[in-house]
């Protein structure tokens, strides 16, 4: 069906210009019928060449039973973008800890997810017909590759807004956005430590609503401090009462000792983001700048030229406020 989800991932992965081979899965579909010219199998266990990766859109319910077909073939990733699991209570731990059981704690499979929307790589510029690799299911028709990287807890950096935030940011290229969801397996810390690897990266966004691994999270904050050409900006979900109450039914995140986390972050040279709005400036800033290749302020020494008193009365408060200076002017 055209406006399902699994279609539209299939149709991301096959225009965008992916080479590797597609085996469409459902149980519902004969082996003549198609989808972008790739045959649909009915079972995982029926496709007769080797799978890297394996891309779950199905109900929660059905999920474990394919899995351990996945194991069988043997799958050794997937990406879980089912919901209805740790997030939705006593049900969802149950299908946590079979996932678990059925993977060996993970060591024969590794997930994304659940509960995700999975991985945009983007390797040109659409109008090179370069492409990438695309497991979201927004439509994909106009993007660019750039310096600009997102490890996010919530799906919608890497669904339906992600057209939106093109549009906003024509010129806010991106490499990689990367939606970990309910982080059962793989979360923050791979990725981020992956993503520190590749040169062609500059800024990395990370939207998250707990920690996995706190210690791991600020030592690879701390390695980007000390990396010539990193900047680490953190939205962190789930601060006050009802944000914790919001992450715990969106991704099943717990609460953390917030101010604690907040100072060592600090301390590792993490620039923390209020909302989406001021990620996103931080974004074009620290990009752009990237770009130009001029050298960055260090001191954070500033000056405001303004024409209105208000706006250099508030322009001050929030340049104060991220630790900018305002250094008292000689005679000359």
Request: glycine share 4%.
């Given at each position: 069906v055209p406006m399902k989800g699994g279609n539209r991932i299939v149709n991301n992965l096959h225009s965008n210009g992916y080479k590797g081979q597609i085996y469409p899965v459902n149980p519902n579909y004969n082996e003549e019928d198609e989808l972008c010219g790739f045959k649909f199998n009915k079972s995982v266990l029926d496709i007769e060449g080797e799978v890297d990766l394996a891309i779950f859109y199905v109900n929660n319910r059905i999920v474990t039973n394919i899995l351990k077909d996945c194991v069988k073939k043997g799958i050794k990733a997937a990406i879980i973008q089912s919901a209805g699991f740790e997030e939705v209570g006593v049900e969802g731990l149950k299908l946590r800890d079979e996932i678990a059981a059925i993977t060996e704690n993970f060591s024969k499979l590794h997930i994304i997810g659940p509960n995700c929307m999975g991985i945009s790589r983007f390797d040109g510029d659409y109008d090179d017909k370069k492409g990438g690799f695309f497991t979201g299911q927004f439509t994909l028709t106009n993007y660019k590759r750039g310096n600009v990287a997102i490890i996010t807890q919530s799906g919608f950096l890497n669904g339906g807004i992600a057209p939106l935030i093109f549009r906003q940011y024509p010129n806010l290229g991106f490499r990689y956005i990367v939606s970990i969801g309910n982080?059962?397996?793989?979360?923050?810390?791979?990725?981020?430590?992956?993503?520190?690897?590749?040169?062609?990266?500059?800024?990395?966004?990370?939207?998250l609503e707990s920690f996995k691994d706190p210690r791991k999270f600020i030592s690879l904050c701390r390695k980007a401090k000390q990396l010539p050409k990193k900047t680490i900006i953190l939205v962190k979900g789930g601060k006050t009462s009802q944000g914790m109450k919001a992450a715990s039914s969106h991704t099943g995140a717990l609460a953390e000792d917030e101010r604690l986390i907040d100072a060592i972050i600090k301390q590792a040279g993490v620039i923390q983001a209020n909302n989406f709005f001021e990620m996103f400036q931080f974004l074009r800033t620290f990009s752009m700048m990237y770009k130009s290749g001029k050298k960055f302020p260090i001191k954070g020494n500033i000056a405001l030229v303004v024409g209105s008193g208000g706006m250099g009365t508030i322009m001050g408060d929030v340049a104060m406020k991220y630790g900018l200076n305002f250094p008292e002017f000689g005679e000359n």
């Open positions: 982080k059962m397996d793989l979360g923050e810390n791979e990725f981020l430590e992956y993503i520190l690897k590749d040169d062609t990266v500059n800024v990395i966004a990370i939207y």
